[in-house]
T-cell receptor, first 122, second 111 residues
Framework: GAVVSQHPSRVICKSGTSVKIECRSLDFQATTMFWYRQFPKQSLMLMATSNEGSKATYEQGVEKDKFLINHASLTLSTLTVTSAHPEDSSFYIC??????????????????FGNGTRLTVT | QKEVEQDPGPLSVPEGAIVSLNCTYSNSAFQYFMWYRQYSRKGPELLMYTYSSGNKEDGRFTAQVDKSSKYISLFIRDSQPSDSATYLCAMRETSGSRLTFGEGTQLTVNP
């Protein structure tokens, strides 16, 4: 089945520094990847949609200058949390659509998720 | 009113029990329905993926979709302690790619 790899799984950084999180689709090409944020015992909140070769689309209330997204290839999207603050501490999860009928570019393929990155800003 | 409603639980059952997890929704345009399982500190794992109304079975798992009632269910037969996790329903419209999630139900299967 489709596999999405996310790295690192856990990161601790100091306030004011930047952190980059990578999301890779391992066995399929993903033109679209999604970045979510999840607080404890809450559901996933979509932050942005990452499109290969173009600018990401951010959800309302998400600061695009703070959460920089780059989708430079069909298998890699990165999320950079710039000038991190303690309130940015959260579980960040990426996902990619692929592995369904019609191949990775199928609009109706299911979403597969990475294992998440737990960010702690001290 | 939320687009997708899911009882957060927690739900605790003995090993071997049949578990029923449910979501209701208000958007009649939803056509694709999914159930994800999420273990603590892990990303969601796709369990079931169905289109429109009907049933789908995969091993001990059965997903049901009733579009007329805007109600979906996931049944787990012969539940195991390893099934202890949070179960998230998710759905999306035919023409859109955005997933709308339920809040997740925390399930504990006791040995």
């Amino acid at each position: 089945g489709a596999v999405v790899s996310q790295h690192p799984s856990r990161v601790i950084c100091k306030s004011g520094t930047s952190v980059k999180i990578e999301c890779r689709s391992l066995d399929f090409q993903a033109t679209t990847m999604f970045w979510y944020r999840q607080f404890p015992k809450q559901s996933l909140m979509l932050m942005a949609t990452s499109n290969e070769g173009s600018k990401a689309t951010y959800e309302q209330g998400v600061e695009k200058d703070k959460f920089l997204i780059n989708h430079a290839s069909l298998t890699l999207s990165t999320l950079t949390v710039t000038s991190a603050h303690p309130e940015d501490s959260s579980f960040y999860i990426c996902s990619a659509r692929g592995g369904g009928k019609g191949g990775s570019r199928s609009y109706n393929s299911p979403l597969h998720f990475g294992n998440g990155t737990r960010l702690t800003v001290t | 009113q939320k687009e997708v409603e899911q009882d957060p639980g927690p739900l605790s059952v003995p090993e071997g029990a049949i578990v029923s997890l449910n979501c209701t929704y208000s958007n009649s345009a939803f056509q694709y329905f999914m159930w994800y399982r999420q273990y603590s500190r892990k990303g969601p794992e796709l369990l079931m993926y169905t289109y429109s109304s009907g049933n789908k079975e995969d091993g001990r798992f059965t997903a049901q979709v009733d579009k007329s009632s805007k109600y979906i269910s996931l049944f787990i037969r012969d539940s195991q302690p390893s099934d202890s996790a949070t179960y998230l329903c998710a759905m999306r419209e035919t023409s859109g790619s955005r997933l709308t999630f339920g809040e997740g139900t925390q399930l504990t299967v006791n040995p």
